[in-house]
Nanobody
Framework: QVQLVESGGGLVQAGGSLRLSCAASGSTFSAMGWYRQAPGKQRELVATITSPRSTNYADSVKGRFTISRDNAKNTLTLQMNSLKPEDTAVYYC???????????WGQGTQVTVSS
């Protein structure tokens, strides 16, 4: 059974930093990524990483966020620096099974950036 468990969200002032983590289990994953959904908006891509380690970022987070993964520990991390109020959203971990090509989602973690 595939499980994705996010942690690390919280409340931070503008300009601050947060580090999100996602613990994945139950499969081997090809692509992994972070998405976010703000109130009243559609879920959007934040950053993705594939194996071997090709990354892709939304223009709005380039230069501020860094995605990384530890294949040995099956964990995904998003380091978020210089946070802005517009980064406020629920952040979701996503992973695609290497065997079934199915996408899985975590339960989400709230990130709130105050001005």
């Amino acid at each position: 059974q595939v499980q994705l468990v996010e942690s690390g969200g919280g409340l931070v002032q503008a300009g601050g930093s947060l580090r999100l983590s996602c613990a994945a289990s139950g499969s081997t994953f090809s692509a992994m990524g972070w998405y976010r959904q703000a109130p009243g908006k559609q879920r959007e891509l934040v950053a993705t990483i594939t194996s071997p380690r090709s990354t892709n970022y939304a223009d709005s987070v380039k230069g501020r966020f860094t995605i990384s993964r530890d294949n040995a520990k099956n964990t995904l991390t998003l380091q978020m620096n210089s946070l802005k109020p517009e980064d406020t959203a629920v952040y979701y971990c996503n992973a695609r099974s290497q065997y079934t090509y199915l996408d899985y989602w975590g339960q989400g973690t709230q990130v709130t950036v105050s001005s």
